[in-house]
C-alpha cells in the first residue's frame, strides 16, 4: 500500500517502481467505435492488405484514427507495422525510406499534383533516455557523433535519434496525445486502444501520455503540435488537460535548441492546416503569443491587421475548400507591410522606382527570414508576387499580354486582390486584371484600348521665353511663335509685334530715301 502511494508520487505506474506504463491492450469493435468505412481512403487500405498479406502486423494510426472516430474525413493517412523500412519498401513499387531522426517509409501513389503519400512507420520501442547516448551539441553540431547511432539525445534530453524497432504498446506509449495513440485495422474493423483514447475523443479532451513536462523535453516541438491539435479540434469541443497545458510556457525555452529550419516547417503547418486563425487564438490563450519563433511572433503581431488577417481567413477557406495553398503567398502577405515601408523611404530619397523595390525585399528577407529557407524557391516566389505589384499599374502597350503570361501571375494577382479588398488600391484596377486575365485576345485588345482611353491627357503648357530676349525680325518670331503654339494658327497679337519692331533710322539731312538697315 506504501510503495504504490509513493509510486503515485513519483508519477510512476502501481506495478514494478520505474518501470514504464505501456498500457493494457483494449480491442474495440465497429459496432462501439461507429467508425465509417467509406472515410477511409483506398490507398490506406491498399497498403495495410499488403503487409498483412505477407505475414506483417498494420494499421491505421494516429490522427487519422482520431478524425474517423469523430466522423470527419482524414485528410492525411499513416500506417504503422512491425515490418522494418526496407522490408516495407521492398513490397511496393514506388516507396521511399526518408528521415534520419525517425525512418519511415513514403508510399506514393499517383504523379504530379494529383499524387498521394502514405507514410508507413515501424513500431518503436519506448527507450529510457538515460540510457540513450548522449551528444554535446544539437542535431546541426554533432553529425558526425550522430552517424550511426540509434537512439540518442542531447544534454536537454531532447531526442535527436530513435529508430529502434520494438512491440505495438511500447509504440503506442511513446506517441504524443492518447487520442493519436490509437490503431484501426481496415480489413477487421478494429480498433485498439492501449492509453484510454476512445474515452477521451468522447470527454474531448487533448491529454499527453505520461509526464508532460518530461514528453515537451524529449521533443519540443510537441509544445507546437499541442497547440495545433487544440486549435483544429476546438471547433468540435476539445480542449487541453489542465496537466497538458499547464509546463507549455516553461517548457518554452526549449524550442531555442530546436534547429530553424524545423521550427520553420512547424510554424508553416501552425498557419497552413486551415486552422491558421484558431490558432493564433491558442497562443494567446495559453501565454504563448511571442517567444516561439521570430517570424511567428510577426505573424501573431500582425493577425489582426486588416491586411494580414484577411490573408489568414482567406488561407484557412482554401484549405477548408481543399485548394492548394503555398507558404509564399502567405508570408508574403505577412512581411509586405515591411516592404513597402522600406520602398517608400527609397523613394522619398528619389531613388529609382525597381531597384528601390528589389533593396527593399532584399533588407526584409535579411531581417525577417534569413537562410532557412535556403533562399530558394520560397524567397524567389515571394520576390516575384512583390516584383509584379507595380506592374499592374501599366495597363497599355504589351505590359498586361506578357505579364499574364508570368508563372507566378496568379498568385502575385491573388495578392492584388487582397490588396484591394483592404483598400490599399482601386477595386476598379482589380476587377479590370481579372476580366483581363479570363478575356480571349480580341476582348484583351478592347480592354487595353479602353485603358488608354481612361489615361488622363498630359495638358499641352507654351514654352517659356527667356526674360530680356528681343527677336531680331519678324519672321523670325513667327517660326518661334508657330513651334510653341498650343495650337495651329496661333499667331502674336499685331500690338505684341509692334512693339518688338525697331525703329528705321533716318539719313542725317532728313533725306526721304533710306536704306535697309546696315547700309551705308
Not at 69 to 97: N, S, Y
Not at 248 to 265: E, G, H, N
Not at 504 to 510: A, D, E, F, L, Q
Request: proline fraction near 5%; hydrophobic fraction near 40%; glycine fraction near 8%.
Amino acid at each position: 500500500m506504501i510503495k504504490k502511494f509513493i509510486s503515485k508520487l513519483l508519477g510512476q505506474s502501481s506495478g514494478t517502481p520505474g518501470k514504464p506504463h505501456f498500457g493494457k491492450r483494449v480491442e474495440v469493435g465497429p459496432k462501439v467505435h461507429g467508425i465509417d468505412p467509406n472515410l477511409v481512403d483506398e490507398r490506406a487500405i491498399h497498403v495495410v492488405r499488403t503487409l498483412q498479406q505477407a505475414g506483417f502486423v498494420a494499421y491505421v494510426v494516429g490522427g487519422a484514427v482520431r478524425d474517423l472516430l469523430v466522423g470527419l474525413r482524414p485528410k492525411d493517412f499513416d500506417v504503422a507495422t512491425d515490418a522494418t523500412p526496407e522490408q516495407v519498401k521492398g513490397l511496393f513499387r514506388r516507396a521511399f525510406i526518408i528521415g534520419r531522426r525517425f525512418r519511415i517509409v513514403h508510399v506514393v501513389y499517383g504523379r504530379g499534383r494529383e499524387h498521394e503519400v502514405i507514410e508507413v512507420s515501424t513500431f518503436r520501442a519506448h527507450l529510457d533516455n538515460a540510457a540513450a547516448e548522449q551528444v554535446k551539441g544539437n542535431e546541426r553540431t554533432s553529425k558526425s557523433e550522430l552517424a550511426g547511432m540509434k537512439h540518442a539525445v542531447d544534454s536537454t534530453g531532447r531526442v535527436l535519434r530513435d529508430n529502434v524497432w520494438g512491440p505495438q504498446d511500447e509504440d503506442a506509449t511513446r506517441r504524443d496525445f492518447t487520442v493519436n495513440a490509437m490503431y484501426y485495422d481496415p480489413e477487421s474493423q478494429i480498433v485498439v486502444d492501449y492509453h484510454g483514447g476512445m474515452q477521451d475523443v468522447k470527454k474531448r479532451v487533448l491529454r499527453m501520455i505520461g509526464d508532460p513536462a518530461t514528453r515537451y523535453r524529449e521533443d519540443p516541438v510537441r509544445i507546437i503540435r499541442a497547440i495545433r491539435f487544440a486549435a483544429k479540434l476546438s471547433p468540435l469541443g476539445f480542449k487541453l488537460e489542465g496537466k497538458t497545458a499547464k509546463p507549455l510556457v516553461a517548457c518554452k525555452a526549449l524550442l531555442q535548441d530546436v534547429p530553424q529550419s524545423r521550427l520553420f516547417d512547424e510554424m508553416l503547418k501552425l498557419l497552413q492546416t486551415g486552422h491558421a486563425l484558431a490558432s493564433i487564438e491558442q497562443l494567446h490563450q495559453l501565454g504563448l503569443a511571442k517567444g516561439i519563433y521570430p517570424l511567428l511572433d510577426v505573424v501573431v503581431e500582425r493577425a489582426q491587421t486588416t491586411f494580414v488577417k484577411a490573408a489568414l481567413a482567406d488561407t484557412d477557406r482554401r484549405v477548408g475548400e481543399s485548394k492548394p495553398v503555398a507558404p509564399s503567398f502567405l508570408l508574403a502577405c505577412v512581411l509586405w507591410a515591411d516592404v513597402r515601408e522600406g520602398w517608400e523611404q527609397r523613394l522619398a530619397r528619389r531613388e529609382h522606382a525597381f531597384p528601390a523595390l528589389q533593396d527593399a525585399i532584399d533588407e526584409v528577407f535579411n531581417a525577417r527570414i534569413g537562410d532557412v529557407s535556403g533562399r530558394g524557391k520560397l524567397a524567389a516566389d515571394m520576390r516575384e508576387i512583390w516584383m509584379m505589384q507595380p506592374r499592374f499599374e501599366k495597363r497599355v502597350g504589351s505590359t498586361p499580354f506578357g505579364l499574364v503570361e508570368q508563372a507566378r501571375f496568379r498568385a502575385a494577382f491573388d495578392f492584388l486582390r487582397l490588396r484591394a479588398d483592404v483598400a490599399e488600391v482601386d477595386i476598379t484596377l482589380a476587377d479590370w486584371w481579372q476580366e483581363f486575365s479570363m478575356a480571349d485576345d480580341a476582348t484583351r485588345e478592347d480592354l487595353v484600348q479602353q485603358a488608354k482611353a481612361e489615361r488622363p491627357k498630359p495638358v499641352a503648357r507654351r514654352a517659356p521665353r527667356p526674360v530680356g530676349e528681343e527677336l531680331k525680325s519678324p519672321s523670325t518670331r513667327r517660326q518661334v511663335d508657330e513651334a510653341t503654339s498650343p495650337g495651329e494658327g496661333f499667331e502674336a497679337a499685331p500690338s505684341e509685334a509692334a512693339k518688338k519692331r525697331r525703329r528705321r533710322r533716318r539719313k542725317p539731312g532728313g533725306a526721304e530715301g533710306s536704306a535697309p538697315a546696315g547700309q551705308d
